[in-house]
């Protein structure tokens, strides 16, 4: 197969491609220009015409197609992204994601680069509200679809919940392969993974890398014991997971009060409801056991072990599996989701200017960590006994958790991954 190919632009010159190891190199007799094949998201030819389509990042992503006379189309096949082109796609897209766009985003960017990459085989799904999208996502698995379909989520974080809910509700015998699309307001999730916007998203689930995905299994509970109470959890509920974050105390308040102000002030709301909580700055009373855990002090190359904090006031606690819970708020910067860890940010009776300052140097390339009285905790698995009845934040989700009630969180996925996702 030619490795080299003389053709036509659309102004009559002599153009050549060539293939260089990764790169398409594309050469007149004055100017040269190499793109990585990485970025051809698909090839199309007619028996004269020769396209390439290509994703590219300037400022911005954007789609770029070079077209090229030539009576030899069989050059295209050495560019095609690697993709069998009977793999089925299930998009499940949230119409009131973000700015009310995903299912446009859905028409205009996602599928045609899919098509354009030689993909056809499509189902599209609507989800519903009220947690009735988890249960969407379960019974797709359940209609016995084929090994190598690709599950996409066109939503922010909390539709990314809902469906890998659903997906691992399910006890999947084998991953499932994840595409996140970004298209909510909060988009922590697939910034985590590096995403920078849909036409990121959709060229790496083309270019179908993956990597194992890990999360946090969450469950509520109680305990009769004083002491060991851990090791005496009786658990309320179902456990659930999380991907992005949990949160007691400031942050949790802050996003418990921003609620009701989501319609008339989008994102602006939450700077407001900071501000408020700043002026009348509460503590938080609770019990802590961290297992395998490690500090960081410069570095996380300390021996791990067990850590308890006993009856304590928290102001801030955050555990969190991204580094980013907005956009240049790096609050734990050393997270990923795709290690087995958890990562946890506390502040214990802190004061107003304390955690203003903290918050302002988490902007700044999460240097807060490096603060005296800011504690970051690598750990697999942790449990916090709240003293007084308390409002949780899971993943964007408020719950109460009773007076000397308990959560556990325990890091999941790196041994047996229930989903992969595109890297």
């Keep these: 197969?030619?490795?080299?190919?003389?053709?036509?632009?659309?102004?009559?010159?002599?153009?050549t491609l060539s293939i260089d190891q990764d790169q398409?190199?594309?050469?007149?007799?004055?100017?040269?220009?190499?793109?990585?094949l990485e970025f051809i998201y698909g090839v199309t030819t007619t028996e004269e015409i020769?396209?390439?389509?290509?994703?590219?990042?300037?400022?911005?992503?954007?789609?770029?197609?070079?077209?090229?006379?030539?009576?030899?189309?069989?050059?295209?096949?050495?560019?095609?992204?690697?993709?069998?082109?009977?793999?089925?796609?299930?998009?499940?897209?949230?119409?009131?994601s973000g700015r009310r766009g995903a299912a446009v985003l859905w028409e205009t960017v996602v599928r045609p680069m899919l098509e354009t990459a030689g993909l056809y085989q499509f189902k599209t799904i609507t989800t519903s509200s009220g947690g009735k999208t988890r249960e969407q996502s379960k019974r797709l698995v359940q209609e016995?679809?084929?090994?190598?379909?690709?599950?996409?989520?066109?939503?922010?974080?909390?539709?990314?919940?809902?469906?890998?809910n659903g997906l691992l509700d399910s006890h999947p015998s084998q991953p499932f392969r994840v595409g996140v699309i970004p298209a909510g307001s909060g988009n922590a999730f697939s910034m985590g993974l590096g995403v920078d916007g849909v036409i990121q998203a959709t060229l790496r689930v083309i270019q179908g890398q993956t990597k194992p995905c890990c999360w946090m299994d969450v469950r509520l509970g109680h305990s009769e014991q004083e002491r060991d109470w851990q090791d005496h959890m009786v658990c309320d509920d179902r456990a659930s997971r999380l991907l992005v974050v949990m949160s007691w105390g400031f942050h949790a308040q802050i996003v418990s009060k921003a609620r009701y102000l989501q319609y008339f002030m989008g994102n602006r709301r939450f700077s407001l409801v900071a501000g408020f909580l700043l002026a009348f700055l509460q503590q938080y009373s609770g019990e802590l056991v961290l297992k395998n855990a490690v500090r960081y002090k410069g570095d996380l190359d300390a021996e791990r072990e067990d850590k308890v904090i006993k009856e304590d006031q928290f102001t801030y606690f955050v555990v969190s599996k991204q580094p980013s819970l907005e956009k240049g708020f790096k609050i734990a910067p050393f997270a990923?989701?795709?290690?087995?860890?958890?990562?946890?940010?506390?502040?214990?009776?802190?004061?107003?200017k304390q955690l203003t300052e903290a918050s302002i140097k988490a902007f700044q390339e999460g240097a807060h960590?490096?603060?005296?009285?800011?504690?970051?905790?690598?750990?697999?698995?942790?449990y916090l006994r709240v003293r007084e009845k308390a409002e949780l934040c899971l993943d964007g989700e408020v719950h109460t958790l009773a007076a000397n009630g308990i959560i556990q969180l325990k890091a999941m996925g790196s041994n047996e991954p229930g989903f992969v996702v595109f890297v």
Excluded at 148 to 161: A, E, P, Q, S
Excluded at 336 to 352: F, G, K, Y
């Design 1 to 15: 197969m030619a490795s080299s190919i003389q053709v036509k632009d659309k102004k009559e010159k002599t153009i």
């Design 24 to 36: 398409l190199v594309i050469e007149s007799e004055k100017t040269k220009e190499t793109i990585s």
């Design 50 to 96: 020769l396209k390439i389509h290509i994703a590219q990042k300037e400022e911005e992503w954007t789609l770029r197609v070079l077209e090229y006379k030539t009576d030899d189309v069989s050059f295209a096949d050495r560019l095609r992204p690697a993709l069998a082109q009977d793999t089925p796609v299930v998009a499940f897209i949230n119409p009131s």
């Design 144 to 164: 016995d679809w084929p090994k190598n379909t690709i599950v996409l989520v066109l939503g922010g974080d909390g539709t990314v919940h809902e469906v890998i």
């Design 336 to 352: 990923s989701p795709l290690d087995s860890d958890m990562d946890i940010v506390l502040l214990r009776q802190a004061n107003s």
């Design 369 to 382: 960590v490096d603060l005296d009285y800011v504690e970051y905790y690598k750990a697999t698995e942790l």
